[in-house]
Nanobody
Framework: QVQLVESGGGSVQAGGSLRLTCTAS?????MAWFRQGIENEREWVAS????????YVADSVKGRFTIGEDNMKNTIYLEMNSLKPEDTAMYYC??????????????????WGQGTQVTVSS
């Protein structure tokens, strides 16, 4: 089993920035961020392959969000800049022990955090 703990959510005005972090209880091959707004399905935001440092970011946030490995062990971050009201959502950290692809698919991840709320006001 892998436990994931997210932090860093909050409220910010449009154009502002937030940094989310997620710490896993053990090594995982891949970690990711998904988000779910009210009345929306949970959508993929970004993924990082741990150690290999390959990163992938959804087109909807490309150029504004950056995913990466934190200096702390088994920890990743999501740096969110130029935030928009449509970025408002619960952000979930996900992870898996499988090193395969399909990094955008929700079903690919077996471990999930409790989520951290991000609210962007106009």
């Amino acid at each position: 089993q892998v436990q994931l703990v997210e932090s860093g959510g909050g409220s910010v005005q449009a154009g502002g920035s937030l940094r989310l972090t997620c710490t896993a209880s053990r090594f995982t091959y891949i970690m990711a961020w998904f988000r779910q707004g009210i009345e929306n399905e949970r959508e993929w935001v970004a993924s990082v392959y741990i150690g290999g440092r390959s990163t992938y970011v959804a087109d909807s946030v490309k150029g504004r969000f950056t995913i990466g490995e934190d200096n702390m062990k088994n920890t990743i971050y999501l740096e969110m800049n130029s935030l928009k009201p449509e970025d408002t959502a619960m952000y979930y950290c996900a992870a898996d022990l499988d090193s395969g692809l399909r990094y955008t698919q929700r079903s690919r991840y077996n471990f999930w955090g409790q989520g951290t709320q991000v609210t962007v006001s106009s």
